[in-house]
Nanobody, 126 residues
Framework: QVQLVESGGGLVQAGGSLRLSCTASRRTFSNYTMAWFRQAPGKERDFVTG???????VYADSVKGRFTISRDNGKNTVYLQMNSLKPEDTAVYYC????????????????????WGQGTQVTVSS
């Protein structure tokens, strides 16, 4: 079993920055593909970005050039640096871990991820 604990959400003005953190409880964290999803009220949970065991990353088009995902395997932590935030980035952000070994894939669908954090609210005011 893996527990994921997110932190770092909050209220920020448009154009501002936030950094989210997600810490995993398991030492085999380094093998997992990790991802961030977000869900706005009344909408589906959408893929934001993912990072695999070797540091390869993928991003949703809507956040490319503004968001950066990274991981520190020594700390069992994945980060999401969010810059140039927009009101449309407002959502609950979820950290997720893919429990299957997929060395060459970073999946963008929520059902591929078995472990989830509790979510952290990000609100961007205009």
């Amino acid at each position: 079993q893996v527990q994921l604990v997110e932190s770092g959400g909050g209220l920020v003005q448009a154009g501002g920055s936030l950094r989210l953190s997600c810490t995993a409880s398991r030492r085999t964290f380094s093998n997992y593909t990790m991802a961030w999803f977000r869900q706005a009220p009344g909408k589906e949970r959408d893929f934001v970005t993912g990072i695999n065991w070797s540091g390869d990353t993928v991003y949703a088009d809507s956040v490319k050039g503004r968001f950066t995902i990274s991981r520190d395997n020594g700390k069992n932590t994945v980060y999401l640096q969010m810059n140039s935030l927009k009101p449309e980035d407002t959502a609950v952000y979820y950290c997720a871990a893919d429990a299957q070994w997929r060395p060459n894939s970073i999946l963008r669908i929520a059902r591929a991820y078995f472990y989830w954090g509790q979510g952290t609210q990000v609100t961007v005011s205009s």
